[in-house]
């Protein structure tokens, strides 16, 4: 007797469905535990940002100067109502903390943002037309790179004054040097890649090359820079608020709340720590993503 | 008859994020002292795999097992990484197949040669260099003195395989695994190096293995033959056993793809296997062969297909060979079959 | 692999080698009689001609004397260079000099020393930036080996204070031999302590001046060696007076200082300084319709509103602590002149809301708070002018570029404070914000004619009650909402025993280990 | 090489002039120095006096080529409220901050390279993890939170280490690993992806076939191989810490260039913020200058090139 075509073919392992490209990231990131994690903290602080009149019990702006200064409820004269205790003006630590996320949040993703639209297009300038045009982005870059960012940043917010706008705007300008080297390296890379001069051998403008063909392979780079820079601007407006030209009070900024708890440090640590904790919590968040996100969606898998 | 390196039954598997791929299964073959023995199949059969699994240097992600792998009465199985580096590099050595990589960037073609010597010999460096320097002559490179002093970038494809022969060759090994040794070379000093390799196994008396998908480079220097399929032998044997005689499908499949000068007329359409390789994927069994071969019938899809053993180095797995295996034990010093080379 | 070893081996005994030799900071303080004392901000230059920062003060007082000496308790003028000082009519006095007071190089103290100097500090070309404190000055003359003639512009009552509290006299013939920069390097001066040791930016080491005139003042210093440190960081300065290798810091903040007083081997003493904390409005109108909306303060009602909604007592109690006091006279209470029985506006936010109503602001405006200095104390401002509707944000600027921007009309409300340079005359301070100098945002003509008046008048009680109405005036018109007074706190080892003045001039010089 | 080494330091001069150019607009236009230079209370009589004789007045394109014409010979001006010559305290304060930069980048790979490493034999196993969390916990704890910390622990709590100053190298530990510590994770990270590339590279199979051990393996042959893009990122870093220092020389009280810029910003003092950007600058080119030649010396392939 014939054997049926399906006995025939199974034990041959021609029936196994190799997992789509897709799937294989899927699976990566399921079994990157960096990813994960670093995610699950970013996700975390945005929540807190999201639900933060809901976890804040006070309006952050609110002060009462008779109860202020009160230990949070883990030392002996904490109480229950104010969790976290009362900074120096006697405002709510929890709601500030809470509201602090929006602004820190905020920050990081904005100068990023504008960094990368700075970066990226220069990036892309350099990347491609190479020569010329290369020439003269690597010019602004070193110079960009020559001028000390901390005082640029502190003799510019010295002229304004420091409001939030113009330390987004400042930053901003400041930290897009990452995304202008690594993209133009990665579009060169692309550049010399045969499909881009086999689209350009059939005709495709150079718009259409750079948005069609070069764009989407870039993104890989884009979002991990992102990520890393998003935690070195929130950091840089920490101690741009610590050295008294960042955001300006009342806004519960995490950075100026390390700055304004410094001078009571040596006593009341716990002004200082909690902000610090919760920033590096975001950053160490921001940064194991990154790092996830990169071997995760890195070509090789690189485990 | 001791052979130089016996295998039975190597089992490798690569854990890949699809499954478990059962890279090689069931693989047993034996090389003589001064013999060359080709582990011969198409791309992605399993044979690079083989030769690595010997060295034990598989990627971090194998992992494998084997009844039996004896190598100058030593078992392999057993030796820690602490024996068996010194094995390495000492006994047995690997060429592989891109001569561009395989060598470090940073350092002199001198240092390269020499660290093997030094490490496993406690030789001064002086003799290492005059040894490095005799060998690069052998390999037929010329003012090797001062080629000491070069990088690998600056040295064409064909230098460099013939400078991994003679690192190869530093410690005096008695077993000489070639990867290949010739795919990413042109014709002219594809020729060059295979001369140059059967030249040097006869003058060391080395046992060799050469890895090859191409089947004319096994008829101009091998002694014996296993091809190799989706992992597993299908059949092994003397060279002139395997060209004139092939018994397995496959086998015969592949001679039929080849020209043979005298005998194939020109303008005849050469033969041709249909279909692909099967992924070795999960659980397998029966002839991995059955789903291109023309003679397949239900017991091929049967559990259970061994090797069939005619004499100690013949051997075919075939549930139904298509011809009568040859009886006639002719001399296993098989004579080279005409204008092959 | 044998060198590989070797190399470990030797990294870890490196470490071992460290980790061993760390032994306790070499102890200072009483042990080897060296008072360790630390300031935030750096010394500028040594020379006081050319120098306004409160450390250049302090730093003087140490070793240079001037010519008269005022008693921090008693407010009286006695003579320190001086032997006795008279005033032969309004524009002319005339001093007669100790003999004997010897220079740290050596050299005797002359007539010629005090008249080379005074008239150098008179001088507009010399760009002395103490330019306030000499001007009065016309000439200096010699009289005779140890006598000298000071000659008035014009009468000028505070005379004696800036003959006390400023106008060090430097050796003739050093100073005009390496001049103001040569002498900030190395100073020469009579004063009770020498400068051995600089390290710009760094540290000054000062030791006692054997050699001291006996009968001075100022007393016999006692205390043999002072190294007087620059710490920027508030918290690094307080860790170190914590283990022991500082003596003395001040300016902590009170929260802290509080702290500190817990500790056993610390002494804390709060000092009111005779610096208050203000907020000035745009009264005069200078900054006009620029925000694109009309400028509020030019209303008395939203003035005063401003004075009800401000909680100074809660601020003073709570963020200054110590001696800190609400004030309601634009002067420093202590100061001569400085008139207490003014308008009072207590603290009344109801009222303050029915002010604004009434001015046309029902429901408040939106506008900016300046500041330049004590974010805290800014911020509870705001937090108070929020409750009553003035939805304020804080600008925080650098002192200069706040001035620029105020000088040009931009600043309609300001958070200043001002320490009258330690004068115990209500002239450092009302005179030089009211009578239409670049700093005056009032403008009143009444004011400033009062002022003017009373600045040039030698008749006490006449020129105490000019200083009065102008003051009551000043009140009535809400130009001003004073606040509070300023508190330092002294921490220093207990070893140390050591008294604060309002005048915010530490004296180490009257020091002594306990 | 040569042509090279001149166009680079062509390319490097006009870098120099462009940045003092900006620096010099962007500090004057930051405040008007006469205001400050005239000190608290001066009268505006005061000030216009300052203003010309200081020659604030001209147009900033002629103050600026009269100060680079001066800056050229060597003389960056005085400044006005320490009465000291600029170049004269930028040297006297140079070697606090060169020093503590050397020991911060020196601790950062001290640490950096051997997490690396250790992240790169063992990829996605708790190791790996730890190693980037230790070395990423650099970049997230700001660097004036982490000096405070330090002083705390070690100086107050423990007394290990002075607090301030800079008279013994013990001064200098704390700043330096409260600095050192940022860098390290940009070079822990970038050992780690360059380990992981070379082992999986060809030659490195070459290395184990010729039956070499680890560590010869893992330092001859990887970490040659892969350390060099750490010193272009090293020299890069090492810039960020000349420039990023005025926070650790605020809390530690070292008197270096990065507190002296500090002081001259907040009170406008801007020869001197002029000449510490010019320095920071020309550190900076000098640094990836030499950068890229120990990859030349390092990286045989340039070097022929």
């Not at chain 3, 060296?34 to 040594?46: D, R």
């Not at chain 3, 120098?51 to 250049?56: D, P, S, V």
């Not at chain 3, 002395?128 to 512009?153: A, E, F, N």
């Amino acid at each position: 007797m014939t054997p049926t075509q399906q006995q025939f073919d199974s034990g041959l392992g021609l029936d196994v469905v190799f997992p789509t490209p897709g799937q294989i990231m899927g699976q990566r990131m399921k079994s990157h535990k960096g990813f994960i994690i670093g995610g699950l903290m970013v996700l975390i602080v945005i929540m807190v940002a999201i639900f933060a009149p809901y976890i804040a019990g006070y309006d952050p702006y609110h002060q009462d100067l008779s109860n202020r200064m009160i230990p949070p409820v883990w030392s002996e004269k904490g109480t229950w109502d104010h969790p976290l205790g009362t900074d120096n003006m006697g405002r709510d630590y929890l709601s500030r903390l809470a509201y602090g996320s929006r602004i820190s949040l905020l920050i990081g993703f904005s100068c990023m943002a504008i960094a990368a639209v700075i970066g990226i297009s220069l990036g892309l300038i350099a990347g491609y037309f190479g020569g010329l045009a290369d020439y003269i982005v690597s010019f602004i870059i070193t110079v960009r790179l020559a001028l000390p960012a901390v005082l640029v940043a502190v003799a510019v917010v010295a002229l304004i004054g420091g409001s939030m706008q113009v330390v987004i705007m400042v930053l901003g300008c400041l930290i897009w040097d990452r995304f202008a080297v690594i993209l133009r390296a990665t579009t060169q890379q692309i550049r010399a890649m045969d499909y881009v001069q086999a689209a350009q051998a059939a005709g495709c403008s150079v718009l259409w090359l750079m948005v069609r063909e070069i764009m989407p392979n870039l993104f890989n780079s884009i979002v991990i820079v992102a990520t890393l820079e998003i935690g070195r601007a929130i950091l840089l407006e920490a101690a741009l608020s610590f050295l008294g030209m960042g955001v300006q009070p009342p806004i519960p900024s995490w950075g100026l709340m390390i700055s304004e708890g410094k001078d009571l440090m040596l006593f009341d640590p716990y002004l200082v720590t909690i902000p610090g904790v919760a920033l590096f919590f975001l950053v160490l968040g921001m940064n194991l993503f990154g790092d996830g996100l990169r071997d995760v969606t890195s070509p090789e898998g690189r485990s | 008859m001791n052979a130089l390196l016996e295998v039975k039954n190597l089992n490798v598997d690569l854990n890949l994020p699809a499954g478990a791929l059962h890279a090689v299964r069931d693989v047993s073959f034996s090389v003589q002292k001064g013999k060359t023995l080709s582990l011969v199949g198409e791309s992605g059969c399993g044979k690079s795999i083989t030769a690595l699994a010997i060295m034990n240097i598989l990627p971090p992600s194998a992992s494998y097992n084997a009844k039996k792998m004896e190598f100058e009465g030593h078992d392999l199985l057993k030796m820690n990484e602490k024996k068996m580096s010194r094995f390495r590099g000492a006994k047995m050595a690997m060429i592989f197949q891109e001569p561009m990589t395989s060598l470090d960037p940073c350092y002199t073609i001198g240092d390269q040669l020499t660290e093997a010597l030094t490490e496993h010999k406690n030789v001064s460096s002086k003799e290492a260099r005059d040894r490095a320097v005799f060998l690069l002559e052998k390999v037929g490179i010329t003012g090797s003195a001062s080629r000491l002093r070069q990088y690998p970038h600056q040295l064409s494809g064909g230098l460099r395989q013939r400078i991994m022969i003679a690192m190869g060759l530093m410690c005096g090994p008695s077993l000489i695994i070639a990867d290949e040794p010739t795919t990413a070379l042109d014709v002219t000093i594809q020729a060059q190096i295979l001369r140059l390799l059967a030249s040097i196994q006869k003058e060391f008396n080395m046992g060799m293995i050469l890895i090859t998908h191409d089947l004319g480079v096994v008829a101009r220097i091998a002694d014996d033959v296993a091809v190799m399929y989706c992992g597993e032998v299908v059949e092994t044997g003397n060279i002139t056993q395997i060209f004139n005689h092939p018994i397995h499908p496959y086998t015969r499949g592949l001679m039929d793809c080849i020209p043979i000068p005298g005998k194939t007329k020109p303008g005849e359409k050469l033969g041709s296997i249909p279909g692909i390789v099967p992924a070795p994927i999960g659980d397998l069994w029966g002839c991995s062969f059955r789903n291109r071969c023309s003679l397949a019938t239900a017991e091929c899809a049967a559990r259970g297909l061994e090797l069939t053993h005619i004499s100690d180095t013949r051997s075919f797995r075939c549930v139904k060979p298509p011809v009568e295996p040859e009886i006639d034990h002719t001399d296993t010093t098989a004579t080279r079959s005409g204008g092959m080379i | 692999m044998k060198k590989k070893s070797i190399q470990l081996l030797s990294i870890c005994l490196f470490t071992l080698m460290c980790l061993s030799c760390f032994l306790q900071p070499a102890f200072a303080g009483k042990k080897d009689d060296t008072l360790n004392i630390a300031f935030n901000k750096e010394l500028e230059s040594m020379d006081r001609y050319f120098n306004t920062a409160r450390e250049g003060i302090v730093l003087a007082r140490h070793v240079y004397d001037n010519l008269l000496y005022r008693d921090p308790v008693t407010y009286e003028y006695k003579g320190l260079l001086a032997k006795s000082f008279k005033w032969n009519s309004d524009t002319e006095m005339e001093i007669i000099l100790r003999e004997g007071v010897k220079f740290h190089n050596g050299q005797e103290l002359t007539a010629d020393d005090v008249e080379y100097t005074l008239n150098f500090a008179a001088n507009p070309d010399n760009k002395v930036k103490t330019q306030r404190y000499s001007d009065w000055i016309d000439t200096v003359k010699k009289t005779g080996p140890y006598s000298v003639k000071i000659m008035l512009k014009k009468p000028f009552p505070a005379a004696l204070e800036f003959l006390s509290g400023a106008n060090p006299i430097y050796p003739k013939e050093y100073y005009s031999k390496v001049g103001p920069d040569g002498f900030g390097l190395n100073p020469i001066g009579t004063g009770p302590y020498k400068i051995v040791e600089v390290i710009p930016g760094q540290k000054v080491v000062l030791v006692k001046n054997q050699d001291y005139f006996k009968d001075s003042p100022k007393g016999q210093p006692h205390i043999g060696k002072i190294v007087w440190r620059t710490l920027p960081e508030v918290n690094t300065q307080m860790a170190e007076l914590m283990t022991g290798s500082l003596d003395w810091i001040w300016l902590v903040p009170p929260d802290q200082a509080v702290k500190l007083a817990e500790i056993p081997t610390l002494t804390v003493t709060p000092a009111e300084t005779m610096r208050i904390g203000y907020i000035v409005f745009d009264a005069a109108n200078r900054s006009g319709k620029e925000h694109g909306m009309d400028n509020p303060y030019t209303h008395l009602k939203v003035r005063q509103a401003i004075n009800h909604a401000i909680n100074r007592d809660s601020i003073s109690k709570n963020l200054l602590g110590g001696q800190s006091r609400s004030v309601y006279s634009a002067c420093f209470p202590s100061q001569f002149g400085c008139e207490q029985d003014v308008k009072k506006y207590e603290y009344d936010p109801e009222k303050a809301k029915k002010l604004l109503a009434e001015a046309g602001f029902p429901n408040g405006f939106e506008t900016i708070l300046y500041g330049y200095r004590d974010r805290p104390l800014a911020e509870a401002m705001i937090g108070d002018l929020a409750a009553v509707g003035i939805k304020a944000n804080l600008m925080m600027m650098q002192y200069s570029a706040l001035r620029e921007k105020a000088r040009e009309g931009k600043a309609q409300m300001q958070f200043l404070t001002w320490g009258s340079y330690s004068i115990n005359d209500v002239s450092a301070i009302v005179s030089h914000f009211f009578e239409f100098e670049a700093d005056d945002f009032s403008m009143d003509p009444m004011v400033r004619d009062l002022l003017v008046e009373a600045d040039t008048s030698i008749d006490t009680p006449k020129r105490k009650k000019l200083y009065s109405d102008a003051l009551k005036l000043i009140a009535d018109q809400a130009y001003w909402c004073p606040m509070f007074t300023y508190v330092s706190n002294n921490c220093y080892s207990k070893d140390l025993d050591f008294t604060p003045y309002p005048d915010a001039v530490p004296r180490f010089f009257q020091s002594k280990w306990k | 090489m040569l042509i090279y080494t001149l166009k680079r330091l062509g390319l490097a001069i006009i870098v120099m002039v462009t940045v003092s150019m900006i620096s010099f607009m962007l500090l004057r236009v930051s405040g008007d120095p006469a205001i400050s230079l005239a000190g608290e209370g001066a009268s505006s009589a005061e000030i216009e006096f300052v203003r010309e004789q200081y020659g604030f007045d001209r147009p900033l394109i002629v103050q600026y080529f009269e100060w680079a014409g001066r800056a050229v010979q060597g003389d960056l001006g005085t400044s006005p409220y320490l009465k000291q010559p600029v170049a004269q305290m930028i040297k006297d304060r140079m070697g606090v901050t060169m020093t503590l930069g050397v020991c911060s980048l020196t601790f950062a790979l001290l640490l950096a390279i051997p997490l690396g490493m250790l992240a790169a034999i063992r990829p996605n196993t708790w190791i790996d993890r730890l190693a980037l969390s230790i070395s990423v916990m650099g970049q997230a704890m700001p660097s004036f939170w982490f000096g405070l910390i330090l002083i705390i622990f070690f100086g107050v709590y423990l007394r290990w280490l002075p607090i301030s100053g800079s008279d013994t190298w013990r001064h200098f530990v704390m700043p330096t690993i409260a600095l050192g510590y940022y860098a390290t994770p940009a070079i822990m990270r970038l050992v780690r992806s360059g380990m992981l590339e070379v082992l999986a590279s060809d030659h490195i199979r070459t290395a184990r076939a010729k039956g070499l051990r680890w560590p010869k393996i893992l330092f001859k042959h990887t970490l040659r191989n892969a350390i060099i893009p750490v010193v272009a990122v090293a020299a890069v870093q090492l810039g960020f810490m000349l420039g990023g220092s005025i926070v650790i020389e605020a809390i530690f009280a070292l008197n270096g260039l990065g507190n002296l810029a500090w002081i001259s910003i907040s009170r406008s003092d801007l020869p001197v913020v002029q000449a510490i950007v010019l320095f920071l600058s020309v550190i900076y080119i000098f640094l990836t200058f030499m950068a890229d030649l120990f990859n030349a010396f390092l990286d045989p392939r340039i070097r022929s090139s």
